[in-house]
């Protein structure tokens, strides 16, 4: 942290353009930070709705010696496909949640652009 490695003196003597730049980077950087810990947010949402999903659609057997499928489907078919439907709009929607948010990040941020997909 160079900044308090300075004088008392040099800081007060400081041009105003110095002091700004000194916070403004300090500003942006905590909103970088925000915009990534945003992103990262809505990624980690969308995999507990894969998961979600991913629970709902195997329709494997529940073990190898009785070929009984014992999900939702069989129980609650309206329920199942009702669960499905929200299940991929929340998706679709997480997804442009995603992408919106990274289209921010590139646009106030352009020097430090990276693909956090």
Do not use: C
């Amino acid at each position: 942290m160079a900044n308090e490695k300075q004088s008392l003196l040099s800081k007060m003597t400081g041009s105003n353009a110095e002091v700004l730049a000194g916070r403004a980077g300090i500003v942006n950087e905590q909103a970088r930070l925000a915009q990534v810990r945003l992103i990262d947010k809505h990624k980690g949402e969308l995999n507990i709705l894969k998961l979600r999903f991913n629970d709902l659609t195997d329709l494997a057997p529940t073990n190898s010696t009785a070929l009984k499928i014992e999900t939702k489907l069989t129980t609650d078919p309206d329920g199942w496909v009702a669960e499905i439907h929200e299940l991929q709009l929340a998706m679709a929607l997480k997804e442009d949640d995603i992408a919106i948010a990274q289209a921010t990040y590139d646009e106030w941020f352009p020097s430090e652009t990276i693909t956090l997909s």
